[in-house]
C-alpha cells in the first residue's frame, strides 16, 4: 500500500510518500497554501499524482502524549479530506518529527530559506516513517 504523509500546518504543509514493502518515506514538496478548501483542492492533486492509497496525518500531541490545541483543528481538517478523496486517513503522533527534521538540515549546507522550504516536508517523511514502523511485517520471518 502507498502512503502520503501530511505535516499539517496553518501556512505551509509538508509531503511524503512511501509504502509498507519498502518502509521508507520520502519528502516530496511543501505546499504553501493554507488550511482551507485550497489546501483540498492542492492535496488532491498531490494524491492523484502520487497514485496513493491512503492518508497519514501528523497528529499533534503533547510531549506528555494527551492532546494538543491543534488536534481538534487536524481532525476536523481530515474530515473534510476524507470526504473529498474517500481514502482511508491514519493519524500519526508527530511528536519530535519537526525536530528530527531541523537536525537533517543542520549540517546541509542549506540557507535558513531553503531549509525553510523543506523542513516540513522532512517532517512529513518523518511522520510516514514512524507510521511505516509501526505496521505489522508483510512477510513472514522463520
Not at 56 to 63: A, F, S, T
Request: hydrophobic share 40%; aromatic share 2%.
Amino acid at each position: 500500500m502507498r502512503y502520503l504523509a501530511v505535516d499539517l500546518g496553518d501556512k505551509r504543509t509538508g509531503l511524503a510518500v512511501g509504502d509498507d514493502e519498502l518502509r521508507m518515506a520520502q519528502p516530496v514538496c511543501v505546499l504553501e497554501v493554507p488550511i482551507g478548501d485550497s489546501l483540498i483542492t492542492a492535496l488532491t492533486k498531490a494524491i492523484e499524482e502520487q497514485g496513493v492509497d491512503a492518508l497519514v496525518l501528523g497528529l499533534p500531541l503533547n510531549m506528555d502524549g494527551t492532546p494538543g490545541q491543534r488536534v481538534a483543528i487536524t481532525k476536523a481538517f481530515a474530515k473534510k479530506l476524507q470526504t473529498a478523496t474517500t481514502l482511508d486517513i491514519h493519524f500519526q503522533d508527530e511528536r519530535l518529527t519537526s525536530s528530527a527534521a531541523e537536525e537533517k538540515l543542520s549540517g546541509s549546507g542549506k540557507t535558513h530559506k531553503q531549509k525553510k522550504k523543506m523542513r516540513d516536508a522532512l517532517a512529513a517523511a518523518e511522520i510516514l516513517n514512524d507510521f511505516l514502523g509501526e505496521q505489522s511485517p508483510t512477510c513472514n520471518e522463520n
